[in-house]
């Protein structure tokens, strides 16, 4: 099998570690014969320092040394994730069943018995080469698949997120005044998350991700309201206070518009939260709302939302025509505290609220 010179630069390391010498020569003339490069040291601690500058594709090393054993060795190794694939055979005399379980239990894959035999070194080299390479390959692929369903979902995140803001758009343009209202509610709720985010309870609930999608689903909150515009129902007084059924019908309505922009495909997480915003935020914390979500299991993009578009609703009143002071807007949101709004949220629009959009 005698290798080239090409084949000695490019071929896999082999590290072998053992305190004897005369075993470690053996070891290497075997191996660097057939165009592998080899790593020898006496010592485990020698063995680190070689894989500190480089790191070998196959490791074979004594069971009994001095100061730290092959078996600590491999335990060290395998609790790594930077060295745990690394094939680790030993080389040593394991007479017992009890060596072997213990040899296999620490990571090894394999052993190879003393006295040298050449060809079977080179075989079980080889072998365990070759798997390593196959599970390197196999990786590197998965890393790639990987990498493409991120970009393809970036893809259709992106998509979702500009038909969104096109749909907000032409709302907008049929309608400047609601157009308004959805750009303040949807700058507002993202006001409201990145206050929330301060709280030591949302931390791992809201991120800088989380404020951008709020601020772009929110924007499109009504737009089953907008769908039934033409509908008498539409017209029926504050909306704070519209039926039950009425919500309902926005809630359905948007929900099905909403779905149908995915076109078979999952909803991302622009689409996904713009679908629980229009269908839900006519819920109440006590539950009186519509859907019937109470308390903390009504979903927080929600909660945000529904306070969100009260405040505007109120501060310009859009639907009753009863334009309040900001002040007496602000005393109404905080008489629903633990009624129609999270306490938690109340907190915080009270301390922001100078900073939130209204016109």
């Not at 926005?250 to 929900?255: D, H, L, W």
């Not at 310009?316 to 905080?334: F, L, T, W, Y």
């Amino acid at each position: 099998m005698g290798g080239t010179e090409a084949m000695k630069k490019e071929g896999p390391r082999i590290l072998i570690v053992d305190d004897i010498d005369m075993n470690v020569e053996i070891l290497n003339n075997i191996i660097s014969q057939e165009g592998y490069i080899t790593m020898c040291a006496l010592s485990v601690r020698e063995a680190f320092e070689l894989m500190a500058e480089t790191m070998p594709a196959l490791i074979l090393s004594d069971l009994s040394m001095p100061e730290i054993d092959g078996l600590e060795f491999c335990r060290m190794l395998k609790e790594n994730p930077a060295t745990r694939d690394i094939p680790f055979v030993f080389i040593s005399v394991l007479n017992t069943s009890e060596e072997k379980k213990q040899a296999f239990q620490a990571g090894a894959v394999d052993f190879i018995p003393k006295p040298f035999d050449a060809v079977e070194v080179i075989m079980r080299v080889s072998n365990h080469l070759s798997s390593y390479r196959l599970k390197q390959q196999m990786s590197e692929h998965n890393r790639m698949m990987h990498k493409l369903i991120e970009s393809q979902q970036e893809q259709i995140e992106r998509e979702q997120k500009n038909v969104l803001l096109a749909i907000s758009k032409i709302i907008q343009r049929r309608n400047p005044h609601e157009g308004n209202h959805l750009k303040n509610v949807g700058y507002n709720c993202g006001l409201l998350a990145q206050g929330l985010q301060l709280l030591s309870a949302y931390e791992d609930e809201i991120n800088d991700e989380f404020v951008e999608t709020i601020e772009t689903a929110a924007k499109i909150h009504d737009i089953g309201a907008f769908i039934l515009s033409g509908d008498p129902v539409f017209h029926t007084g504050n909306p704070m206070e519209r039926s039950g059924e009425y919500m309902e019908r926005c809630g359905e309505t948007a929900s099905e518009v909403l779905e149908d922009i995915c076109a078979g495909e999952r909803p991302g997480r622009f689409l996904s939260m713009a679908i629980t915003i229009a269908t839900g935020h006519h819920a109440r914390w006590d539950g009186s709302g519509y859907p019937a979500w109470k308390g903390k299991e009504i979903p927080l993009e929600v909660r945000i939302a529904s306070l969100a578009n009260d405040f505007d609703h109120l501060t310009a009143g859009r639907d009753d025509g009863v334009q309040r002071p900001v002040e007496e807007s602000i005393e109404i949101i905080n008489e629903k505290e633990g009624i129609w709004y999270d306490p938690d949220l109340v907190k915080v629009f009270n301390k922001i609220w100078r900073q939130m959009r209204r016109d």
